[in-house]
């Protein structure tokens, strides 16, 4: 990936870097990221009198990176890693296609591992394995860009990764790779909080507002037997829901990779409780589970990289209630070089919210550009 420098004397004026670089060079400052534009020819059912357009232009930049990184005398690594996005993490205009930090978070890694601390994912994210992406800049397990319509009484999260503390402020450790395997651990007193502290965020918080405390544990393994690379993870999150809920959600989950001559065959199992799909807690009488799966297959050669993958989401709570979503996405892409492909997007969704089903159909032509 082609990376653009930057003095680091001008980022610290700019407050991204403090202080003296503790190394025997200046940390090394590098630009990079990935912008993905696609236009879609869709097809989706009415709801009501509601109809949809049947044209959409979609664009995604949720990782523009700005890191710097040095070794330092010790030989320990040291850095800092800022993650901006264009508009909001869901392509819906909510911060008006402002550029915002997504991420911010310092880290130090050596021989006794890695450590982060600031707002970023979480060890069970970071670890997990799930269906591959074979779509430039898009996939089927937490999509950048999903055509389907939303009927759902609490909403479809559409991913097997953990999403409880998200990019909120956390520490996270990894253990050093033993015989393959790695152990991750992550703390995040409450979800709120999310990059640099602002003016309104300096006092202490109170106890009960948000979900608080969140652990986080994830082991994986990697390595290859014979030609054929093997990835396996699980994890477990849990958390203390607001006074108001009277919850703990909880959150685990499970995948797997194999890859083999070209082919990787991947999938994950996820299961929540009390736990809405984006850092809600959901009170502990509703009953409420999320239970979401997802397998695919991809083949690529030289240029060219093909696959089909498949999602299936399903909310349950007391007294019967049940909503379920289906996804499948078929498609392909074509490396031009220099970090640019191009690649098609087919994608067919279907839910079924009390008694209610709604079919969306998509085709889409992308274009991927990574610097």
Known sequence: MKKTLLGTTALVSAGLIAGPALASDPLTVTVGGTVTAGFYVIDADDIGATSFNDTKVAVVARNIDIKAE???????????????????????????????????????????????????????????????????????????????TTIATYGFRHSTFSLMAADANKVTYFTPRFAGFQLGLSFTPEVSFNGPNSAANLALSVNGAQIEEVIEVALNYA??????????????????????????????????????????????????????????????????????????????????????AYLSDENTSN?????????????????????????????????????????????????????
Do not use: C
């Open 70 to 148: 040095g070794t330092l005398d010790n030989g320990m690594v040291a850095g800092v890693l800022a993650t901006m996005s264009l508009g909001d993490d869901w392509n819906n205009n909510l911060n008006n296609n402002d550029a915002v930090f997504r991420e911010l978070f310092a880290y130090l890694e050596g021989g006794f591992g890695r450590f982060e601390i600031g707002g970023t994912d979480g060890a069970a994210f970071k670890m997990h394995y799930t269906s591959p992406w074979f779509v430039p800049g898009n996939g089927l397990d937490s999509a950048n860009i999903l055509n389907a």
């Open 223 to 308: 390595g290859s037997f014979g030609g054929v690379d093997l990835g396996v993870d699980g994890f477990y999150v849990t958390g203390d829901g607001p006074s108001a809920t009277s919850s703990d959600p909880e959150e685990i989950g499970f995948g797997a990779n194999v890859g083999f001559a070209g082919f990787t065959l991947g999938g994950s199992w996820y299961q929540s409780e009390d736990l809405g799909p984006v850092s809600a807690a959901i009170a502990s009488t509703a009953g409420y589970e999320e239970e979401v799966w997802t397998v695919g297959l991809s083949y690529a050669t030289g240029p060219w990289t093909v696959g089909v």
């Open 319 to 371: 007294g019967g209630f049940n909503e379920e979503l289906e996804s499948w996405q078929v498609g392909g892409g074509y490396n031009l070089g220099s970090g640019v492909d191009v690649g098609l997007d087919l994608q067919l969704t279907e839910q079924d919210v009390g008694g209610l089903s709604v079919d969306s159909q998509s085709a889409g032509l992308v274009l991927s550009v990574s610097f």
